[in-house]
């Protein structure tokens, strides 16, 4: 598979390094954010998302190291695909650890903060426990999914940073 469109699969993952760099900012920014409100968990949180980072980062050029390796004409051996598994379920698992701690630390004070609260816990969760405990065959989908759940939560997470007040004017509050 990885043989059937090399150039693609190098361009893929030139994408997902951007996308990994601007998800690390945002929420570098979005705990920081959280942290000015005095929230917990917000570092904590962040720190998730940081392993989530290096971890992608590792499993980008695992899967370049195993096309260069497809490429030679040398086969990939069982220990290599094994690796690659749990080290994509790592980063899934501490992904999901991030983000419900970012729901965690968003505060409930307005509908919009009470929606993405519920969104990045329940919704993290639920695309969890699904990701490790569907059938293969359709664990794509789940994996499509995953993308969708992606956007709502940017477009969620901006919506409230937007409506959310300036962590100077509210210094000290609860």
């Given amino acids: 598979g990885l043989l059937a469109h090399p150039g693609a699969l190098r361009a893929v993952f030139g994408l997902d390094c951007g996308f990994l760099v601007l998800y690390t900012a945002f929420f570098a920014a979005l705990a920081d954010h959280l942290a000015k ?31 260069a390796v497809a490429e030679s004409g040398r086969a990939i051996d069982d220990g290599a695909i094994v690796f690659q598994q749990t080290l994509s379920s790592t980063k899934f698992t501490l992904s999901y650890i991030g983000l419900v701690l970012f729901g965690l630390a968003v505060p409930r004070n307005t509908k919009l903060g009470i929606v993405l609260s519920i969104f990045l816990v329940a919704g993290t969760l639920i695309t969890g426990v699904l990701g490790f405990a569907t059938p ?20 969620l997470a901006g919506a409230w940073l937007r409506a959310s007040p300036d962590p100077a004017s509210t210094k000290g509050q609860p």
């Fill in 136 to 155: 293969h065959a359709v664990r794509e989908q789940v994996g499509s999914g995953r993308w969708i759940g992606f956007v709502l939560g940017f477009v």
């Fill in 37 to 67: 409100l005095g929230r917990p968990f917000a570092y904590l949180a962040l720190a998730g998302v940081l392993g989530t980072s290096v971890l992608d980062i590792v499993e980008n050029h695992h899967i370049l190291s195993l096309l």
